[in-house]
């Protein structure tokens, strides 16, 4: 399978625990976006990775949140001290060439704060 | 800033009747326009998108979409439907003139094919 992978796929952890998620692009793709989405929501973008430079970030991204894309190929997502309010479902994309082409998803990964 | 607004939160169509989604957008510029669907568990997929020529777009699975500049819609059809089209469908924006293609994702309508 030559799609975007995302582990792990569900994540169940203790409120001030920290957790990483890690997304694998498509190989041949320079473009990664990073979205949360809640329950009964659509996606929001948190960040944006060119190769591995970290470009834009939304301001749902507060000082907990960190993301890397080291050598341009695989992303980490890592969340400190989680919080309730931090359970979500988190997806990864990735997209190369001309600008605006489509965006290949992952399956996400849930997560789920107690 | 861009926004989507997909009215229907639900809704059930039966089985081989015709369907439509509704989406409008706010933008103060120009936009890109897309459709995503979401099977249960999975990652979402491209149905179609609209980046400019015709406004009647036609996607995968037999869906179209028409863009209405006028009145800021997007409004996705498929004239039968059928029980694996049951599904989350999320309507989204991109700003063609930013620097990056973030999408901004209305909050979802959820499909149910009734038999």
């Known amino acids: 399978d030559t799609g975007v992978s995302q582990n792990p796929r569900h994540k169940i952890t203790k409120r001030g625990q920290n957790v990483t998620f890690r997304c694998d692009p498509i190989?041949?793709?320079?473009?990664l976006y990073w979205y949360r989405q809640t329950l009964g929501q659509g996606p929001e973008f948190l960040t944006y990775f060119q190769n591995e430079a970290q470009l834009e970030k939304s301001r749902l991204l507060s000082d907990r949140f960190s993301a890397e894309r080291p050598k341009g190929s695989f992303s980490t997502l890592e969340i400190q001290r989680t919080e309730q309010g931090d359970s979500a479902m988190y997806l990864c994309a990735s997209i190369s060439g001309s600008t605006h082409n489509e965006q290949f998803f992952g399956p996400g990964t849930r997560l789920t704060v107690l | 800033a861009q926004s989507v607004t997909q009215l229907d939160s639900q809704v059930p169509v039966f089985e081989e009747a015709p369907v439509e989604l509704r989406c409008n957008y706010s933008s103060s510029v120009s936009v890109y326009l897309f459709w995503y669907v979401q099977y249960p568990n999975q990652g979402l997929q491209l149905l179609l998108k609209?980046?400019?020529?015709?406004?009647l777009v036609k996607g995968i699975n037999g869906f179209e979409a028409e863009f209405n500049k006028s009145q800021t819609s997007f409004h996705l059809r498929k004239p039968s439907v059928h029980i694996s089209d049951t599904a989350e469908y999320f309507c989204?924006?991109?700003?063609?003139?930013?620097?990056?293609?973030?999408?901004?994702f209305g909050t979802g309508t959820r499909l149910t094919i009734i038999p």
């Open positions: 989204a924006v991109s700003d063609p003139n930013f620097g990056n293609e973030k999408l901004t």
């Open positions: 190989s041949e793709h320079n473009r």
């Open positions: 609209y980046l400019s020529g015709s406004t």
